[in-house]
């Protein structure tokens, strides 16, 4: 599975960002598909994923801010950002899980600043 994902960039604080991934494959045939992140100097953590039946966990940072969802016609996850903070910042990766196997996107930057 190919991953690309897209959408990060330079956010004031306060403000959205909405990043996609798509996948070179049927999504509804993947199991889980999800966004990590990761920021300088620390580990990737999990953002949030979705289910291949639809079910979403959110890391508790995320909970309130930040939505997955997606869309099978388009083969495409995405992850709207709301409320963003510096904290937020970091190297956003997109994630598959299909069977045992595990998948990775290139990632797309976001930066949260004033």
């Known amino acids: 599975v190919q991953l690309q994902a897209f959408g990060g960039g330079l956010v004031q604080p306060g403000g959205s960002l909405r990043l996609s991934c798509i996948a070179s494959?049927?999504?509804?045939?993947?199991?889980?598909m999800g966004w990590y992140r990761q920021a300088p100097g620390k580990q990737r953590e999990l953002v949030a994923i979705?289910?291949?039946?639809?079910?979403?966990n959110l890391a508790n940072f995320a909970k309130g801010r930040f939505t997955i969802s997606r869309d099978n016609a388009k083969n495409t996850v995405a992850l709207q950002m709301n409320s963003l903070n510096p904290a937020d910042a970091g190297v956003y990766y997109c994630?598959?899980?299909?069977?045992?196997?595990?998948?990775w996107g290139q990632g797309t930057l976001v930066t949260v600043s004033s």
């Open positions: 979705i289910t291949r039946g639809g079910s979403t």
């Open positions: 494959r049927r999504i509804d045939s993947i199991n889980a």
């Open positions: 994630n598959a899980v299909v069977s045992l196997s595990t998948y």
